[in-house]
């Protein structure tokens, strides 16, 4: 079956500084994108998703790049705070089928 | 709004009992679905109920698993006899029906199983 994948298993940033997290997808049928967030002792919440027919979509300080021809996602976290530490999941979908979870990535920012 | 609520938070069990965890979507939420998260790896997907029906239990392990979701409210994740790879963190969540199962998921805390 499909796999989703991250580059990196954890990560640590300055608080101020801006956090990027990458994610590699593998099924390039896949049309749909979404980055959740999983506090400790909590489920994933979903943060920010972006379409295939886009390569960027922004929120509040969270930016998501789709790059298409390598099969890549990655969350950008502008000005990270100390609320941001968590492990981030990206997660792929093809319409009408089940979601694909990478194994996520855990941020933590240092004050 | 209450958001999707599970139970229990936590459960340790022997291998060869059985467990029940049990799911509340959020009120009006058709689709429900179950995840598995095991120490380490990805968050797999079991399976997904549109109401009372399953649309999609592919991802369920093996039949030692049984989900239910009877009224269409709901749900029960029974695993009996529990084995030792089955210890893990269970998901639940809930979304509105549309757009080819794209809606936004709403995740519960999950139910952490510890199989011993």
């Known amino acids: 079956g499909e796999s989703v994948g991250l580059h990196l298993p954890t990560l640590s940033v300055q608080e101020g500084d801006n956090s990027i997290i990458n994610c590699a997808y593998s099924?390039?049928?896949?049309?749909?994108f979404i980055w959740y967030k999983q506090e400790s002792g909590k489920g994933p919440q979903f943060i920010i998703d972006?379409?295939?027919?886009?390569d960027k979509r922004q929120g509040q300080r969270v930016t998501v790049l789709l790059n298409k021809t390598v099969k890549h996602l990655s969350l950008q976290i502008a000005a990270t705070q100390p609320g941001d530490s968590a492990v981030y999941f990206c997660?792929?979908?093809?319409?009408?089928?089940?979601?694909?979870f990478g194994t996520g990535t855990s941020l933590t920012v240092i004050p | 709004e209450a958001g999707v609520t599970q139970f229990p938070s936590h459960s340790v069990i022997e291998k060869g009992q059985t467990v029940t965890l049990r799911c509340d979507p959020i009120s009006g939420h058709d689709n429900l679905y179950w995840y598995r998260r095991v120490m380490g790896k990805e968050i797999k997907f079991l399976l997904h109920f549109v109401k009372e029906s399953k649309q999609d239990e592919s991802g369920m392990p093996n039949n030692r698993f049984l989900a239910e979701r009877t009224g269409g409210t709901y749900s029960t994740l029974k695993v009996q006899p529990a084995e030792l790879e089955d210890s893990g963190v269970y998901f639940c969540a809930s979304s509105h029906w549309g757009r080819g199962g794209q809606e936004t998921q709403y995740f519960g805390p999950g139910t952490r199983l510890l199989v011993l």
């Open positions: 099924n390039s049928a896949s049309d749909y």
């Open positions: 972006i379409r295939s027919n886009m």
């Open positions: 997660a792929e979908n093809k319409a009408g089928n089940q979601f694909y």
